[in-house]
């Protein structure tokens, strides 16, 4: 049976992710461990990360202090705006990398890549503002505007790295290599919706994250941290089974 | 355009601007910090290109509280710099000996590790990891755990860039991209570096309330992060229409433990 786990191509995956997950957990419960020190000036106690994983592990990621509401339901609750919100953005992000990597089978002229990568490099929390501050003067904001907008301003922002990782990938095929790039750049994407969501009123999780700084409710905030390094790892690890192989650092 | 001229040029243009702004900060030190009593009259002053009557010798202008935004500019743009460097050295330290030992068998180890170092949005554990830290108050601590804490979760880059054997240089120039960015986010909410002491993120979250009167306290932090990131984009690309890495040469850590 061991021999047979260790030719299934799946199973060292999903030993790997689980391996990764592990990683990621530890890393939150050292930072929360830290914060105990920090603020509380005891030693550090080794065995709340062991501790920490396994509740992780068995679903109980605490509660918040400002609503005293179970942190892994406050951020599924809020999910879905920030589905819709990234699904856009990587389908315009897809959009404008399969366009470009049709005309580069013609050569683009590097100067338009330059100016491709003039443009993705405005900082990423300084364009929605400013589409934000936009909308507010010209009274655009509306529920489709809320998310062509800051659709557009992350896709803008996205787009260079994005396009990146799905030539470094150019020798497999065009859903191969989309899959592949967008799980690579899953992190990414959460760090800039992230910031988006602060400044368009999006109910998502990026915003739950920001409420959980401004009343500095920490088992919030590292439920909000946690929850993006977990699903980072569960979408390589996707990427990883249904492409056929694991996905490198980079 | 060739494409290794620009990226050296883009390299010189970086180091030049990081040593304007190290003699800039040195030299304009006391005008980062002191209101000027004497024009200021309670409004920003102006950029001398636009007015160059009111600007009361300020090039770029005051900021809401009489500040002069080049020598801010230059005490932040320094900082920023220098805290990229710090941290793509410790990355590159990290990440080069992760790198080489993964080369061999450790590679089915120190993947899974890198892959869960590198699962965390950037700004999203700095933030976490500042406030765990040091809290919101001290700027010297507080620095000094910026300083070692992008190095340590951007490392996973050197070392896939070793084990793809893309150049280091690259992957150096790869790292700092995201640090400057986390790091003006992490400065933007409010956590990291404290002011008084100025940085490009601090001087865009203080300029956005005044945006009407004095946009040009946000438009030139801005442009210049833009800039800055921008060569580093354009130091980090080995070709601008050839695929920079034509796939893996090496087995994947699945491939390994298969064979």
Redesign the interface.
């Known amino acids: 049976m061991w021999a047979a786990l260790?030719?299934s191509?799946v199973a060292?995956?999903f030993v790997?992710a689980v391996?990764?997950?592990?990683?990621?957990t530890?890393?939150?419960a050292s930072?929360?461990t830290?914060?105990e020190l920090?603020?509380h000036r005891r030693t550090i106690d080794w065995w709340f990360i062991p501790y920490f994983i396994w509740h992780v592990a068995i679903g109980r990621w605490g509660h918040s202090l400002s609503n005293t509401e179970p942190v892994l339901t406050a951020i599924v609750e809020r999910l879905l705006p920030s589905i819709e919100l990234f699904t856009f953005t990587l389908a315009l992000v897809a959009i404008a990398t399969f366009a470009i990597s049709a005309i580069?089978n013609r050569?683009?002229s590097?100067?338009v890549?330059?100016l491709i990568?003039?443009a993705?490099?405005?900082?990423?929390?300084?364009s929605p503002?400013a589409a934000d501050?936009v909308a507010a003067t010209r009274h655009l904001h509306s529920p489709l505007a809320d998310l062509v907008l800051p659709g557009f301003v992350s896709a803008i922002a996205l787009f260079?790295d994005f396009n990146?990782s799905y030539?470094?990938?150019?020798?497999?095929t065009p859903l191969g290599a989309f899959v592949r790039s967008t799980a690579r750049e899953l992190?990414?994407f959460?760090?800039v919706l992230?910031?988006v969501e602060l400044f368009f009123p999006r109910p998502g999780v990026g915003r739950l994250?920001h409420q959980g700084?401004g009343q500095q409710d920490?088992p919030l905030?590292?439920g909000?941290?946690l929850f993006?390094?977990?699903l980072?790892?569960a979408a390589?690890f996707a990427a990883?089974v249904l492409t056929g192989?694991?996905?490198?650092?980079? | 355009m060739h494409l290794n001229r620009l990226r050296w040029g883009a390299i010189g243009a970086l180091v030049a601007l990081f040593a304007i702004c190290a003699i800039g900060a040195r030299f304009q030190s006391d005008a980062a910090f002191t209101i000027d009593n004497v024009h200021w009259a309670g409004n920003p002053l102006p950029p001398c290109f636009i007015d160059a009557h009111s600007c009361g010798g300020h090039l770029l202008g005051t900021d809401e509280n009489g500040r002069d935004v080049l020598a801010r500019l230059f005490a932040g743009t320094a900082l920023a710099l220098e805290l990229a460097a710090t941290n793509v050295a410790m990355a590159l330290a990290i990440g080069l000996f992760a790198g080489v030992a993964a080369s061999g068998r450790a590679r089915r180890w120190v993947a899974p590790i890198a892959n869960g170092f590198i699962a965390f949005p950037l700004w999203i554990i700095a933030v976490l990891f500042v406030i765990a830290t040091t809290g919101r108050d001290s700027t010297a601590s507080s620095w000094f755990t910026l300083a070692i804490g992008y190095g340590c979760f951007m490392w996973p880059l050197v070392a896939g860039a070793v084990l793809r054997k893309r150049s280091v240089l690259e992957a150096a120039f790869d790292v700092a991209v995201p640090i400057l960015l986390a790091d003006a986010v992490v400065n933007f909410l409010g956590y990291g570096v404290q002011p008084p002491q100025p940085t490009l993120g601090n001087m865009l979250v203080h300029g956005e309330s005044n945006i009407e009167v004095a946009p040009w306290v946000v438009i030139v932090p801005t442009a210049l992060l833009t800039l800055i990131v921008f060569l580093c984009r354009l130091a980090a690309i080995p070709s601008l229409n050839q695929t920079p890495d034509q796939g893996t040469e090496h087995p994947s850590p699945a491939h390994s433990v298969t064979n």
């Open positions: 260790r030719r191509r060292i995956l790997s391996a990764e997950a592990l990683v990621a530890a890393i939150v930072s929360l830290l914060l920090t603020y580069r050569r683009i590097n100067g890549a330059v990568c003039a993705s490099s405005v900082p990423f929390f300084v503002f501050y260079w990146r030539r470094a990938e150019a020798k497999r992190p990414r959460i760090a992230g910031i994250f700084l920490y905030i590292a909000a941290v993006a390094a977990l980072s790892v390589r990883g192989d694991a996905l490198e650092p980079s």
